[in-house]
């Protein structure tokens, strides 16, 4: 057997909020919207991978998802423009990424990072 995909589903009563942080400041593409679901992604092949861990690192509290970019800076200011506000970082870790936590509007905490 091969795991093929990793879907993370995050419940909420308006997913019309999804749409301007994963979709318009992150930059994911909308998947799929069937009312109910809506998820977002992108059709570039990702990794998939799950982490189990008993804190973020450097004694920050475990983030819900972790979202690797290519461009750190870029998400950065788009997070700033969209005034969504930082709760951690931007900071390089001595494990080599650099990254910043933002919570989404589910309240779920995101570090978004990219490796050195």
Excluded: C
Excluded at 27 to 56: N, R, W
Excluded at 82 to 110: M, Q, S, T
């Amino acid at each position: 057997m091969k795991v093929k995909r990793i879907v993370a589903n995050v419940e909420t009563h308006d997913i019309s909020k999804a749409k301007y942080f994963y979709g318009e400041v992150l930059g994911l593409d909308q998947l799929m919207d069937m009312g109910f679901i809506a998820t977002y992604g992108s059709h570039e092949k990702m990794e998939t991978q799950i982490s189990f861990a008993s804190e973020g690192g450097s004694g920050t509290p475990v983030p819900d998802f972790s979202i690797e970019v290519d461009d750190l800076d870029i998400a950065l200011t788009r997070i700033k423009k969209a005034e969504i506000p930082i709760e951690y970082g931007p900071i390089e870790e001595p494990w080599g990424v650099r990254r910043f936590y933002v919570k989404d509007p589910f309240g779920k905490l995101i570090n978004i990072l990219s490796h050195l």
